[in-house]
């Protein structure tokens, strides 16, 4: 047996893990191992030359439906050698397989893709051991959870989780093993939040042994049927099942807004699009966004809504009885569905999962007296919605009730019942409890309420909800940006999750701050989030312990800007500890570097000693982050010379990037800026891995001015950037608009 790769049953004696997964090999595509053709029949294949001069096929629809015809697959199973050490070892795929057409001989081979064997600096994995009791009670308890509502029994002999050193992807789920990167087990400290994310991210995965393995799309415009189904059931029952039970509150404020942002862009496609639409397996790569994870899981949060959470099981495990150990499509599942509710889930189906966009509703009262509240619909989806009626009392806006509300398809505005308007109360808050998937609009009267009592909703999952809103309205150019930091200033000093406070912190200072708010104005703003996190650090406020402290001085940190708070940073370096803050810890060190090297108090020196002291592959990746951030024309120019070099791995080119472009050195930056669209569409030509990366992690989002923006669209002609500019352009419109 591998010594280093246990099943669940086990684990707890050695809990270390081994990874297999294809993601790692670079040479091969994305979507799974390469495919290499010795076929007697003769099929035409689309090839890519590939580095190293191998050719990677994009299979199509057309060509996997002429497989699964002719093979009848008997057997699979992986076979690894780790006997030889070294960083390398052996693996060798398996798989029986019989042909269906008379005389048809082999024509397939699986490559094995290259593994690594898992070396954490050459020690001991301390922060696996550590960590080992949380991560198997929470697989454990999702396990347990599984069996419950499943009646189709796990489907797989063993269960191994591997962390693995600079996997591309958070985690990958094989049949009957799951990788993650091993940023998951965490050398430093971290929030209750981060903890929460890597439980759900083991019930997401532990889901796809079910949703993607036991049934299997047919076709990758089936996307959903795997990542929408294994996202809305990680957190479905990690919320259940574990002690991490604000996982949707989490969901609507990180996952569910990037899902809004994706839906509302010109790149936006439907949850479950036609086969036509994906038309090979490049095509499928764009798949799996924020549109079949966060939208598609919403989606699925509404279905339940509907059907009755025992409709919906029943006719999951009816999917799964009729399609195990095989494919299926959308029309397979929502038969299953129909079934189990009696009812044609098909039009639901039809508005939800075939079209893209997102809908708004807007609630309105009875103005002048005599008329009836409603709520308005713009967008071409039913929802079944809960409208939250809240009225003044000692320190909260008390819930008097949540007013079920259908919305049909085709309706512009639905009477809200009496009980909603009368007593006229002080809040009606659309979509209370986040159970569908759209924008709301306010009166004006809850408006006020907001604005004055935010943080006085009792419900975690309220406040975001109340959030999301207020964020959709800077958004969209209907408030303005320096609003949103004086609510934050308003609510969060009295926040108690720390969940809503690090999400709200984050995106005045990364996104208001940043991108939104013209730069006379940004500095002010730092001064403000600053502010708020020393509230929230103060020992009175201090509500949820070290998760709030620890949240209020990341912020604290991110957003140091005067002379006063140069001083406070260097004094925490010295002393290793934040007064009423948690003690300065590798992560916290290099986050406190960063940003004195940003604002010209570091140097170079300084941030070698470090690196020096810090040989960990987490401090590499911090170093290498500091001297880009480094405000001299040497060291951007090294660091220029580095992102186009194609030499640096995923991570470090996200680290160098990141590092480089920053708002405080626009000056130092300006000539980059028109460099970076012509440099971008250079390696678009023949270096499509790099012009991707550069896309995600190398764009300036600080730069939102017209001639950025006109020099995007020009590099739009490259087939690259459409998100980025649309961005872009959107920022550059809210800046022009306050």
Not at 64 to 74: I, M
Not at 515 to 522: I, N, T
């Amino acid at each position: 047996m591998n010594p280093h790769s246990k099943t669940v049953r086990d684990a707890g004696q050695d809990p270390y893990g081994v990874g297999a997964n294809s993601w790692l090999n670079r040479d091969r595509e994305v979507l799974g191992p390469a495919i290499r053709r010795d076929d007697p029949v003769g099929w035409p294949l689309s090839g890519t030359r590939r580095p190293r001069g191998e050719c990677v096929t994009a299979l199509t629809y057309e060509e996997a439906q002429e497989r699964s015809r002719l093979l009848d697959v008997r057997g699979y199973r992986v076979e690894l050698d780790v006997t030889g050490g070294g960083e390398e070892f052996g693996s060798v795929t398996v798989v029986r397989f019989g042909c269906r057409a008379p005389g048809a001989g082999s024509f397939i081979e699986l490559s094995p893709a290259r593994l690594r064997r898992v070396v954490l600096n050459g020690q001991e994995a301390a922060p696996l051991r550590r960590d080992a009791a949380e991560l198997l009670a929470v697989t454990r308890a999702c396990f347990d959870r599984y069996r419950e509502i499943f009646a189709e029994p796990y489907p797989y002999d063993s269960y191994d989780q591997a962390f693995v050193p600079e996997l591309e992807s958070g985690a990958v789920e094989n049949p009957g093993c799951v990788t993650f990167r091993d940023d998951f087990l965490f050398p430093s400290a971290v929030t209750r939040t981060e903890r929460q994310l890597r439980a759900m991210v083991i019930a997401h995965e532990m889901a796809h042994m079910w949703f993607g393995d036991l049934v299997t799309m047919r076709w990758w415009n089936d996307v959903w049927l795997s990542e929408s189904f294994a996202t809305y059931m990680g957190f479905q029952v990690l919320t259940e099942a574990t002690g991490f039970t604000g996982a949707w509150t989490d969901f609507a404020l990180a996952r569910k807004t990037r899902g809004y942002d994706a839906d509302q862009r010109a790149s936006a496609h439907p949850v479950a699009p036609e086969p036509r639409d994906v038309p090979d397996t490049d095509a499928a790569r764009s798949s799996y966004d924020d549109i079949s994870y966060a939208k598609g899981a919403s989606a699925l949060r509404q279905l339940v809504a509907w059907l009755g959470w025992p409709a919906f099981l029943a006719g999951i495990n009816d999917y799964f009885a009729r399609y195990r150990f095989g494919c299926a499509t959308l029309a397979d599942l929502l038969d299953c569905l129909s079934r189990a509710a009696g009812a044609d889930v098909g039009e639901w189906a039809g508005s939800w999962l075939r079209s893209s966009g997102v809908d708004t509703l807007t609630v309105s009262r009875p103005e002048p007296p005599g008329r009836v509240g409603c709520v308005s619909h713009e967008g071409g989806r039913p929802h079944r919605v809960w409208i939250g009626v809240y009225d003044e009392g000692p320190g909260e806006l008390a819930l008097r009730a949540r007013v079920p509300v259908l919305v049909p398809a085709d309706a512009g505005a639905v009477v809200l019942p009496a009980v909603a308007v009368r007593p006229e109360p002080a809040l009606l808050l659309p979509n209370d409890g986040d159970f569908s998937y759209g924008k709301i609009r306010l009166d004006a009267a809850s408006r006020a309420a907001l604005t004055a009592s935010l943080g006085r909703l009792a419900d975690p999952l309220s406040r975001a909800v109340a959030w999301n809103s207020v964020r959709d309205l800077v958004r969209d150019g209907e408030l303005a940006p320096r609003q949103y930091i004086a609510l934050a200033a308003r609510h969060l000093p009295a926040e108690t999750d720390g969940s809503i406070a690090g999400h709200v912190l984050g995106y005045a200072r990364w996104t208001v701050a940043d991108r939104y708010l013209r730069p006379g104005l940004r500095d002010a703003a730092l001064a403000d989030i600053t502010s708020v996190c020393r509230d929230l650090l103060g020992p009175q406020l201090a509500r949820d312990g070290d998760e709030m402290r620890l949240v209020a001085v990341r912020g604290l940190i991110d957003s140091a800007s005067g002379p006063d708070d140069i001083s406070a940073l260097w004094s925490w370096l010295g002393t290793g500890r934040v007064p009423g803050g948690p003690d300065v810890d590798s992560r916290l060190r290099w986050q406190i570097l960063l940003r004195l090297t940003v604002l010209g108090a570091a140097s170079r020196a300084e941030i070698e000693h470090d690196a020096d002291r810090d040989a960990t592959a987490a401090g590499r990746l911090s170093a290498a982050r500091c001297r880009a951030a480094l405000p001299d024309d040497a060291a951007k120019r090294a660091a220029w010379a580095a992102m186009l070099s194609g030499t640096l791995s995923g991570y470090e080119l996200t680290a160098t990037a990141q590092g480089f472009w920053q708002p405080e050195q626009a000056g130092l930056l300006a000539g980059y800026v028109p460099r970076y669209f012509a440099a971008l569409a250079e390696a678009a030509e023949g270096a499509a891995d790099l012009a991707r990366a550069l896309c995600v992690h190398g764009f300036p989002h600080h730069a939102a001015d017209t001639a950025t923006v006109r020099a995007g669209e020009q590099c739009l002609e490259s087939g690259a950037l459409a998100d980025q500019v649309e961005d872009l352009r959107r920022a550059a419109a809210v800046r022009s608009g306050f």
